[in-house]
């Protein structure tokens, strides 16, 4: 952060740092949706095609649902509902393979991965979805409440509830506990079975509602958004301290690690490198974040012995 503060002069500007916060509404979501997954043991691929699905499912329901004339409020709710349902779907397919199937999760949110890519490509053809409601971008996408973003407040609101859940519920606790021993946690009497569903469950459906977001940003449905996200979530989870072994993790953390991955992408942009110097960078701390994942690993282990 020093070295682009010094090479680039309106890296810390009020400007800058609140373009940089209203970008990251949605990297901060789906981190924290990752997260929830990453608690458990687990890992989700998928998120990438869940945004794809939501945004095109979404706007093809806009489409169909609304007559072009008026705000089209029906239309966007109905639209909404649809692209989350089909995110929170994807999701839950996740969790029944992983849960009931035992399928490793790397491998299950993968095959998905390419499983929902295919079903886009087959109802768009890998062309973008335009001419939705003017109304859905305006609020969703560019709208401000008390010169807050909606998007911000709405991720915001998110930030909180997953917060208390994870933290200060049971049911929070359950995700914690079988992350650190699955086995262990049955024994205890944990339906971890059902947990685990609900972990990609809700991975799925807080992926979606940044989807809608994303969409209304970008003004239609697209079939490649979102394919970089479970390498950006993935990193701003390990970067803050979740554990890529399950049991370890903090949603604070996870906000502020999002946030730091889009400081150092802005930092990037502004002192001119391209965007194959932002993967190698990105790629950098990714490996770092392992490394240090596994040597905190090992001494948590030497303690306990």
């Not at 997954?37 to 649902?65: F, H, R, Y």
């Not at 995700?175 to 972990?199: D, H, K, P, Q």
Request: some cysteine.
């Amino acid at each position: 952060m020093v070295y682009f503060s010094l090479a680039s002069e309106g890296f810390l500007t009020g400007e800058n740092m609140f373009n940089v916060a209203r970008q990251s509404v949605y990297i901060v979501l789906v981190s924290m949706a990752h997260m929830i997954v990453l608690l458990t043991g687990g890992l989700d691929l998928s998120i990438g095609v869940i945004i794809a699905m939501t945004s095109i499912v979404s706007s093809i329901t806009m489409i169909s649902a609304w007559s072009g004339a008026g705000s089209g409020v029906s239309a966007i709710l109905l639209g909404c509902a649809a692209g989350i349902g089909a995110g929170t779907a994807i999701g839950a397919v996740n969790g029944i393979g992983v849960a009931v199937f035992r399928v490793p999760p790397f491998m299950m949110s993968f095959a998905m991965s390419w499983i929902a890519f295919g079903i886009i490509l087959i109802i768009t053809a890998g062309l973008p979805v335009y001419g939705l409601p003017e109304a859905f971008s305006d609020v969703l996408g560019y709208g401000t409440a008390a010169g807050v973003p909606v998007p911000a407040w709405i991720t915001i609101g998110l930030v909180i509830l997953v917060y208390v859940f994870i933290d200060r519920t049971r049911m929070g606790r359950y995700l914690y506990a079988i992350g650190g021993n699955r086995r262990t946690a049955e024994l205890s009497g944990v339906a971890t079975r059902f947990y685990l569903f609900l972990a990609y469950s809700m991975t799925g459906a807080l992926t979606s509602v940044a989807a809608i977001m994303l969409t209304a940003r970008l003004g239609g449905g697209e079939s490649v958004a979102g394919m970089h996200y479970p390498f950006l979530t993935l990193v701003a989870c390990l970067i803050s301290g979740v554990s890529f072994f399950g049991g370890v993790g903090r949603v604070q953390n996870v906000v502020m690690g999002a946030l730091f991955i889009m400081l150092v992408e802005n930092g990037l942009a502004r002192i001119g490198l391209s965007s194959y110097i932002h993967t190698i960078v990105i790629s950098g701390l990714l490996i770092f974040a392992i490394v240090a994942n596994n040597y905190r690993q090992k001494l948590l282990l030497t303690v306990r012995v």
